[in-house]
C-alpha cells in the first residue's frame, strides 16, 4: 500500500485478452487486473485528502477480444462486445 500511494503516473493500462462472458463480466484474469487498478486508483484518491495537488491518472481499458474465440454478440444490437468495454 505505501508503494501504490507514492505512484505518480498519468495512466494505467487494463490489459485485457479473452471473450468477456457478458457485457459486466471480463474473464476471471482480466477482471484480476481491473481489482488491481481499483486499489491503486484508491490509494491515489485517499492521499488526495492530504495533497490537494494530486493527479488523478486515467484508466485505459485495452483489447478486442481475440481471434482464436468468437466473440460476445449484444442480444440488444447484435454488435460485438469488446473486452476494453466490459472491462470499463
Known sequence: DDYASSLQVDAILVLGGGVPSSPK?????VKNRCDVVAKLI???QERTTTN????HPSVVCLSAGTAHL???IT???????WES???A
Do not use: C
Open 25 to 29: 463480466d471480463p474473464p476471471t484474469y
Open 42 to 44: 484508491h490509494a491515489v
Open 52 to 55: 490537494n495537488g494530486v493527479h
Open 70 to 72: 468468437p466473440q460476445y
Open 75 to 81: 442480444p440488444h444490437n447484435g454488435l460485438p462486445l
Open 85 to 87: 468495454t466490459a472491462s
